[in-house]
């Protein structure tokens, strides 16, 4: 596909493309640091990037130990509320002195909207695929249940 690069560079990291067909093409990269962070572009129908994704991708990318720790804490906050009708050992988990998300990805579409991603969920809501927080700019607007996901790519 035409207009499609490689490769894009958003605030000094490289995200490589790792996915193009019809539906959507993707870019990525490992952010530096002793823990894995990720950083994903994924536009769909699949074209060259917006700049709106491109926008949001540098906000994720320069602020992102901060913005993965609110997410972990409102993941923390918002999951305790009966709604998510958590066991007792998944409460018990939130209650713990260390949050049980990891291995953070932040995930940025065409529109500029994003989410982080936590590849790794010590609760049963996420196991298979872990967990999302949705973003309005750097503030945490949402909670993204994956565990109806399907595997893309």
Same mark, same amino acid.
């Given at each position: =596909?035409?207009?499609?690069? $490689?490769?894009? $560079?958003?605030?000094?990291?490289? &995200? ?10 993707? *870019?990525?990269? @490992? ?12 536009? +769909?129908?699949?074209?060259? #990037?917006?700049?709106?994704?491109? @926008? !949001? ?20 906050? +918002?999951?305790?509320?009966?709604? *998510?009708?958590?066991?007792?050992? @998944? ?6 002195? +260390?949050? #049980? ?7 940025? *579409? !065409?529109?500029?909207? *994003? =989410? ?6 010590? &609760?049963?809501?996420?196991? $298979? ?19 109806? !996901?399907?595997?893309?790519?």
């Amino acid at each position: =596909m035409n207009g499609v690069p $490689e490769k894009i $560079e958003v605030r000094g990291t490289v &995200l490589d493309r790792i996915g193009l067909a019809a539906e959507f093409v993707c *870019w990525a990269a @490992d952010l530096p640091g002793d823990e894995p962070r990720t950083v994903s572009i994924v536009i +769909e129908p699949a074209g060259p #990037p917006t700049d709106q994704a491109v @926008d !949001s991708a540098a906000q994720a990318i320069a602020g992102f130990d901060v913005l993965a720790a609110a997410a972990s804490r409102y993941l923390v906050a +918002e999951l305790a509320d009966p709604v *998510w009708e958590l066991d007792t050992e @998944d409460r018990a988990r939130l209650d713990g002195p +260390e949050a #049980p998300f990891g291995l953070p990805e932040a995930i940025i *579409w !065409s529109d500029g909207s *994003w =989410m982080i991603r936590f590849a790794e969920c010590g &609760l049963a809501i996420g196991e $298979e695929f872990g967990i999302g927080v949705r973003f309005t700019g750097t503030a945490p607007v949402g909670i993204e249940d994956l565990s109806g !996901s399907a595997e893309v790519l």
